[in-house]
T-cell receptor, first 114, second 118 residues
């Protein structure tokens, strides 16, 4: 079974604080992909990152960083020095080799307070 | 490139009415998808297509039909709308995976259609 769990429903932080969004996944596939998407208040879904199961290197893009750990089946997302524009719902997603489907978590709503 | 576009952006239906949502992509992607987004439930896959002329059921297909007559278009139909179908509908597309790689490549989403069924 494929499943993505985002246990944090809502998070509020004060601007400039660091925040980590958790993502735990389940899959029986040995090859799979993990994704993060951002959904700002305007409603569109914006692709942030894709990581394949063979690459456990962490990635940093500006204030964003991702920590992929196969041992704990986690793909966590950290925003450093958060800004008001980071306020959004963030979704973690998983795709495996079966069915060409994505499996989304239920999302974490992040509010950055100025 | 316009990317993925959806028509209409908003719609209000009465119970029992029918309608079709249109999704178009200009990226020559093979795969296309329809999702619905409901509060607290994330995105759930309704139907998807792995190529022109082919469709398949996703997680929540009941009450919906789809067609992919042209590669660039993916239509979602509601034959007899019900209040439970009030939702935001997203279309997405993704390219064919490269050789030696399995799984779905990055999906690119349209702006969404907000549908209310009274």
């Amino acid at each position: 079974a494929q499943k993505v769990t985002q246990a944090q429903t809502e998070i509020s932080v004060v601007e400039k604080e660091d925040v980590t969004l958790d993502c735990v996944y389940e899959t029986r596939d040995t090859t799979y992909y993990l994704f993060w998407y951002k959904q700002p208040p305007s409603g569109e879904l914006v692709f942030l990152i894709r990581r394949n199961s063979f690459d456990e290197q962490n990635e940093i893009s500006g204030r964003y960083s991702w920590n992929f750990q196969k041992s704990t089946s986690s793909f966590n997302f950290t925003i450093t020095a958060s800004q008001v524009v980071d306020s959004a719902v963030y979704f973690c997603a998983l795709s495996g080799k079966s069915g060409n489907q994505f499996y989304f978590g239920t999302g974490t709503s992040l509010t950055v307070i100025p | 490139n316009a990317g993925v576009t959806q028509t209409p952006k908003f719609r209000v239906l009465k119970t029992g009415q029918s309608m079709t949502l249109l999704c178009a992509q200009d990226m020559n992607h093979e795969y296309m998808y329809w999702y619905r987004q409901d509060p607290g439930m994330g995105l759930r896959l309704i139907h998807y297509s792995v190529g022109e002329g082919t469709t398949a059921k996703g997680e929540v297909p009941d009450g919906y039909n789809v067609s992919r007559l042209k590669k660039q278009n993916f239509l979602l139909g509601l034959e007899s709308a019900a209040p439970s179908q009030t939702s935001v509908y997203f279309c997405a597309s993704s390219p064919l995976g490269t050789s030696g790689r399995t799984g779905t490549d990055t999906q690119y989403f349209g702006p969404g259609t907000r549908l209310t069924v009274l």
